[in-house]
């Protein structure tokens, strides 16, 4: 069937990933300068000013979100799908390198202490990812150097980065002068950088950035290389043969699905309240009290969730880990992290082994007792970005006995509803395949709603996977607005794309409307999206606010969703398979 949903009418986002694939074709370094011009010419949404003299805060913390705080030191960024890949083209021991992280993207990302960063790719969202971020820091950098490197405040920043000039509060206000920043973005910025914000002030006043990057191999038959050994590890560590297991996959985290169901937290409340009060989380403790005393609807168990993990952080040479492992894996949990490819970390979770006393709250049904008698296993994974969750649900779907259902959790933006709002599509279009999904949805509002405290559920939604955060301008979104498209996200055409080759003899066609009910697809689909940003406001993006604590409501709402689902399948079906 032939497409009729109308195209973006963006060539300036076609130019611009035309510009850098082609001259990533090269076995040379690519000078990032070469890009700029079609990037300013994309009018990004997420770069606003990108053609301004003036900063553009909002892209510039995106972008410190999302890299190493290495960058201020890096010229050339190497990319690459595993080890293998790297060694075989000159970058030996890289994963000896030191290893780098980033608050806001999950990379495994090496710094050689000099000039070189490794990144490691699992598909080409991973290059439609980097390639413009790394052109939007280089155009921010390169118009604060133009700001500092003539100005006085730098040798002062010099003298204060060498202790010579304790000053820093009367320094702030002349730095937002000189660059032209809020008091809020400056202080983002100084939160994201910490210790070294100082530092990266000075290296960009005195030198302007040239960056560079190389593609070190990049054809479809690298990136299934690179999955199928990602798999391999994850088989290796599991507990149980996944090619003799019935299959529940879950894309989401590697935090809400375990913590609801291992009530590893629950048990530690006074333990987790008490590490409130000795930080001195004012506000949270206020939300504590209100929930305790029936003053608010909110959650204790997400609250409880949301102080976990600043726990065991302030914890982590302490006995608890040892405790979690331990008690995780007596509800057949087991954590399996990515070694020397992509980072995608994975879960492997008996059923027959959870425990029902353990649940929180919100998963308990009658009939549970039956999960002692199941053979199925939940594979849950941290979600992968954009065509790398393709790559994933091929190999798992050839991988494994069968598949009972398939489940995605995942953030998106949002063109008619709030940050913090979940969004439950039936129809979505891939700007990968450019084919247009109709699916049977196994969430509607119903499922999600009674969860939902602080935001609201909007299911009969229209989705569109897009190519990657930064390749979306006005233009593109008005255009499917007017058709109905409201949720955008990046994973779940991807995710389609490898349901339909899991039930169908062909591979997925491309600019198609593509028919994927229940009766063509033998197992569950649900696909459930969180908002994170709402594009339609100039710079509200994820750059300029954080979900905080009330990001957990939409998270474990749609979580209890999925498990619930699960639960309500096993128990009533799972029997029948003997």
């Keep these: ?213 190389r593609l070190l191999a990049g054809s479809r038959v690298d990136y299934r290389k690179a999955t199928r050994r990602w798999w391999s590890f994850i088989t290796d560590a599991s507990p149980v043969d996944l090619s003799e297991r019935p299959v529940y996959f879950i894309s989401s985290n590697v935090h809400s699905v375990v913590n609801m169901l291992s009530g590893f937290a629950l048990r530690r409340e006074d333990d987790l309240v008490r590490h409130l009060e000795e930080l001195g989380h004012g506000e949270l403790m206020d939300e504590y009290t209100r929930i305790r005393s029936g003053e608010t609807a909110s959650r204790a168990e997400n609250l409880l969730y949301f102080v976990l993990k600043d726990y065991m952080d302030a914890h982590r040479d302490d006995e608890v880990w040892a405790q979690r492992e331990e008690e995780e894996a007596l509800c057949g949990i087991k954590h399996i992290d990515s070694h020397h490819v992509f980072d995608v970390e994975a879960q492997v979770i008996e059923m027959s082994r959870l425990r029902p006393d353990w649940f929180d709250p919100r998963l308990q049904r009658p009939e549970l007792d039956r999960l002692a008698r199941s053979n199925a296993v939940i594979v849950n994974i941290d979600y992968p970005l954009g065509m790398g969750a393709y790559h994933i649900l091929s190999q ?124 063509t697809v033998p197992f569950d689909v649900g696909i459930i999206h969180y908002a994170s940003d709402t594009p339609l406001g100039k710079g509200r993006n994820l750059g300029t606010q954080r979900l905080s604590y009330f990001g957990v409501d939409s998270t474990y709402a749609a979580t209890a969703a999925i498990l619930r689902r699960i639960l309500t399948l096993e128990t009533s079906q799972g029997q029948d398979r003997g």
């Design 1 to 213: 069937m032939e497409r009729t949903v109308p195209t973006t009418g963006s060539e300036e986002i076609s130019l611009y990933m035309r510009t850098y694939y082609s001259l990533l074709r090269t076995t040379d370094e690519v000078q990032v300068r070469s890009f700029v011009e079609s990037h300013m010419g994309m009018n990004s949404s997420l770069h606003v000013k990108a053609r301004d003299e003036a900063l553009d805060p909002g892209a510039l913390i995106y972008c410190s979100l999302r890299l190493p705080r290495s960058m201020r030191c890096t010229r050339l960024v190497v990319m690459g799908q595993s080890e293998r890949v790297f060694a075989r083209r000159g970058y030996s021991k890289v994963e000896q390198w030191v290893p780098v992280e980033a608050p806001g993207r999950r990379r495994r990302t090496f710094f050689d202490g000099h000039e070189t960063m490794a990144a490691f790719i699992a598909s080409v969202s991973d290059i439609d990812d980097l390639i413009p971020m790394l052109t939007a820091f280089q155009i921010e950098w390169n118009k604060m150097h133009r700001r500092l490197h003539d100005h006085p405040i730098l040798e002062r920043l010099e003298a204060h980065r060498d202790g010579g000039d304790p000053q820093w509060e009367t320094m702030r206000g002349e730095i937002l002068g000189a660059l032209g920043l809020s008091s809020d973005d400056l202080s983002r910025l100084e939160s994201i950088w910490g210790d070294e914000f100082v530092d990266f002030l000075c290296d960009v006043g005195r030198a302007p950035k040239r960056l560079a990057v």
């Design 396 to 519: 798992i779907a050839t991988s494994v006995d069968s598949l009972l259902g398939i489940y995605s959790l995942g953030k998106a933006a949002t063109l008619n509803g709030r940050i913090g709002d979940v969004m439950i599509p039936y129809v979505i279009h891939d700007e990968h395949s450019r084919n247009t999904y109709l699916f049977n949805n196994c969430f509607t509002a119903a499922h999600v709603a009674p969860c939902l405290v602080h935001g609201t559920t909007l299911d009969n939604q229209k989705a569109i996977s897009v190519r990657g955060t930064f390749l979306q301008n006005d233009r593109y979104m008005d255009v499917f607005y007017r058709e109905g498209y409201t949720d955008i996200e990046m994973e779940a055409g991807p995710y389609l794309s490898a349901v339909y080759e899991a039930v169908r003899p062909t591979r997925h066609p491309t600019n198609e409307i593509v028919t994927l009910y229940a009766d």
